[in-house]
């Protein structure tokens, strides 16, 4: 599809010779019932044009009404980033011609936010704590959703047709925007990917939106220049847009510094414009241009009143924001006792509320870890999804968890059972009687197994007897082949000791 | 039929109560009344649409409902014309342009809604300039609107055809849209009442939007008493309208049956005369101001100095707001889309539809519009020209300190001859220099006849002006003047219009039941 025909240098020269300045614009969709000026359902993956009004729809005569609701979700959000909340704001009118625009002009917030001035801390991987300013957060509408037909790239170039979904035209939006970010270096990629990230969690724990970054509830626009190391003016920038997985946020940035510094190497100056991120080359190709001109022809929006803001209202709003990211991390170590590396893997695999509502539900902190970390990480790489999109709920590790602790199966059988389970055969306790997979716990078949393992292997046995107690995992492997893995192996052990006279 | 027609709306109604008529036939006298004087080449035209069928139907529900003693709207029955800039079922709405031409709105406005709630008779849609632009309705796609006191006249705009609907006998009411005097500039040079009320107090939505900060739906009659009827209609609160008023209208009807004006303070505004008013316009102006003097009101003297910058700030705002609410019809969603030969791209098509479904006034203010919000100009237009209308506030605050109740003329001219000011838009735009300054301070006013102008015979408009929110003060002044100017011609000013078609009219009655499918009714 998309040919990444240009020049880029190695990251490491890149870096040697520039810094890279960031910039990020963060689209968070919010999850309202109804639309940002419309009553319209705001939902996902409905028939195209059937969530739409006459409002969304840009009819002649229509007129907007603010959501109530958008509004105190985008103030938690600017409270969540520490933003001052503006006392008095207005919103306005973005104009431009586009299809997916019904009114031919977006309804947005220009001169004054609702939110500015904040900033949140980013820690990186390896803990090291990294403050990124908020410049603003602003309300504004979503467009609607265009599909280009009959060409072979999907994209409007070469299209024959395209179509348009309103679904989306009017869903509330918060646009969240940096100011520049200077000195991550090295970092860069992975503090942009940090930063995606932490957005994102902090909207999910508002409850303010699904944050579904596959679905485009979180979108990145990742602004990226460099200038010479040393320099205090900032290069040109140009503007990745819509780069949507955490990941391809970490590769957008890197390529695009590599880019840069191949193009500055010669001499030739960046051209300011969005570029168009492709996953399958990990590379970006160019979209418009894009000038600090671009005339929108802004002006306030005379169909809508400036929203007022009381002391009262933003206190009862803060009153109800959860607790802020950090400090619950800080909290959930504490009380799980984690280690501050078990920790960090924890939050890097992006399974700590997981764990959270696993330990709620009744298992010990290091049970919780063994079984996200473990089984369930390890499934979520072979998928390649979320370990929370496996469909393992804590109950089931609840269950699970008690079926091991009380001998009726152990480790192993447990992902045969996990495995039955997601396949949809039903509880862990009917998984285990319709494979037939309990623990052999009456002793009877166990002692059988355990005279002809030690028969077996006359030389061990003795070996047992004369003290070599280490040895008798040799027997416990006989027996527990002899009883295709169906038997615990803690009792077997016991038993072989007890057949020997030796004690454990 | 005759009498039936030349009722008032409130003696209209008084009939309807006491079941001396049915609604079935005040609506069909209206609609014999349409069929008889609208159509033809030197017809009315008021409309562009004639809705026979639904308002006839409407008629007999509301007939059933009396018959069965069910609780009825004071003005149940009573029939409507309806400005075509305001969305209806059922009808098409055109905006007077060819770019909506057949296209039909699936959702009523607020205010049809509440007409519909009244049991009141659509009759049809009127005529206007697209999209309420302009002072004649000589720029409707669909063709002008004459003069009921003259046919070689313009009715004013842009609500002529409103106007011109019930000045003819077609309907006893109707709605207009008042952006900068569209309601009140059209009543003046008929020889009715317009009233444009205060900024939010009736619901914009599904009007059409020109300049959102500027327009107002309002009432179209023949009586001081029918607008304020009609008002208390159709205004209130509407949750669908973020700009709509949440206190409580006023006791519009009860002012206007209030019968004094002892005590109050009426202001002349000095900036609103003199230099380019009409000498018949103002001599009728002053025979107002001594009645009402007579009538135990005080006459002051305001001044406005800022008016002087109204009309060029209002041809900065509204043109501004019209080319971002203008800028949906495009052809992708709704209405006329053209597409032109070749390879038709998206913007060839949008800009191909915006070329052939707008009329050069459109155009005009559009591209105005668009250059006032550019960057590098925004400050110097848009910006300035809202600082002027904080100025034209405070005239207005300084003036209401002196005065209950501003008065000016409402036109400084009376009606012109269709083509007359077609060439020269800034001769048009001059029209509306009484009634623009209202607008942009968001006050209401109401025009009522002051009687016919020497030099030509033609109807003079008198405005009265009051604060924000004293709407009721514009129906108590407004109907003491008009029963003193009654009094003073020994009827009503529209006994003394021409009669139209008088041949036919004689041989007709009803029988010439003769369905207008006029320009623009299209199914």
Known sequence: MAMATEDILTFEEALEKYDPVLGFEVHVELNTQTKMFSSAPNAFGDTPNTNVTPVDLGLPGVLPVVNRVAVESSIKIGLALGCKIAEKCYFARKNYFYPDTPKNFQTSQFEDPIAYDGSIDIELADGTVFTVEIERAHMEEDAGKLTHMGGSTGRIQGAEFSLVDYNRAGVPLVEIVTKPIVGAGARAPELAKAYVAAIREIVKNLGVSDAKMERGNVRCDANVSLKPKGQEKFGTRTETKNVNSLRAVEHAVRYEIQRHAAVLDSGIAIIQETRHWHEDTRSTTSGRPKSDADDYRYFPEPDLVPIVTTEEWIERLRSELPEPPAERRKRLQQDWGYSDAEFRDVVNAGVMSSIEDTIAAGVKPAVARKWWMGEISRRAKVADVEPSELGVTPELIVELNSLIESGKINDKLSREVLDGVLAGEGTPTEVVEARGLAVVSDDGPLLEAIDAALAAQPDVADKIRGGKVQAVGAIVGGVMKATRGQADAGRVRELILQRLGVEG | ?523
């Open chain 2, 1 to 523: 039929m005759t009498e039936l027609i030349r009722l008032s709306a409130a003696a209209l109604a008084q009939k309807l109560v006491a079941r001396e008529i049915s609604a079935v036939e005040a609506t069909q006298a209206h609609l014999d009344r349409i069929a008889h004087v609208d159509g033809g080449d030197d017809g009315v035209h008021a409309f562009l649409h004639v809705n026979t069928d639904e308002a006839l139907a409407v008629a007999a529900e509301v007939d059933q409902a009396r018959a069965k003693s069910e609780d009825l709207h004071p003005l149940a029955g009573v029939p409507i014309a309806v400005k075509d800039l305001i969305v209806t079922k059922g009808q098409p709405t055109t905006a007077g342009s060819k770019i909506l031409e057949g296209w039909h709105s699936p959702y009523d406005a607020t205010v049809i809604r509440r007409l519909r709630a009244a049991g009141m008779p659509i009759l049809g849609k009127t005529n206007l300039d697209e999209f309420a632009m302009g002072s004649s309705t000589e720029h409707s796609a669909y063709g002008p609107t004459r003069n009921p006191w003259d046919l070689d006249r313009i009715p004013g705009g842009s609500g002529g055809g409103s106007a011109a609907a019930v000045a003819a006998f077609e309907a006893p009411l109707a709605l207009g849209t008042d952006t900068g005097g569209s309601i009140r500039q059209p009543g003046a040079v008929t020889g009715t009442v317009g009233v444009k009320p205060t900024y939010g107090g009736v619901s914009r939505y599904g009007a059409i939007a020109m300049a959102s900060s500027l327009d107002q739906i309002g009432p179209v009659s023949r009586t001081v008493l029918d607008s304020a009827l009609l008002h208390e209609v159709i205004g209130g609160h509407d949750p669908n309208d973020s700009t709509s008023l949440t206190d409580p209208l006023g006791a519009l009807v009860e002012a206007a049956r209030m019968g004094n004006v002892d005590g109050m303070r009426i202001g002349v505004i000095k900036e609103l005369q003199g230099e380019g008013y009409q000498a018949g316009v103002l001599t009728r102006f002053q025979e107002s101001l001594e009645l009402l003097r007579g009538a135990g009101a005080e006459i002051v003297e305001v001044s406005c100095p800022n008016f002087e910058y109204a009309l060029g700030a209002y041809y900065l705002i509204m043109p501004s707001e019209a080319s971002s609410n203008l800028a949906k019809y495009d052809g992708v969603r709704f209405g006329l889309r053209v597409v032109p030969d070749g390879a038709p791209t998206i913007e060839r098509v949008m800009g191909a539809t915006r070329a052939a479904g707008f009329g050069d006034e459109v155009k005009r203010r559009i591209i105005l519009g668009t250059y006032a919000l550019s960057a590098g100009y925004y400050d110097a237009y848009y910006g300035s020209a809202q600082k002027v209308r904080t100025l034209i506030q405070r005239d207005f605050d300084a003036a209401f300190k002196q005065a209950d109740v501003l008065i000016s003329p409402t036109s400084p001219t009376t009606a012109f001859k269709l083509g007359e000011k077609l060439d020269d838009p800034l001769a048009m735009y001059l029209n509306d220099v009484a009634t623009i300054p209202a607008n942009m301070a968001g006050i209401p006013g109401l025009s009522l006849p002051g009687g016919l102008a020497d030099e030509d015979g033609l109807p003079v408009g008198i405005q009265l002006l009051a604060p924000a929110r004293q709407d009721a003060r514009l129906y108590r002044v407004g109907a003491v003047l008009e029963s003193l100017l009654e009094a003073s011609w020994g009827g009503p000013l529209l006994d003394r219009a021409p009669e139209l078609r008088p041949d036919a009219l004689r041989s007709g009655g009803t029988a010439d039941r003769v369905e207008t499918s006029t320009a623009g009714g299209t199914n």
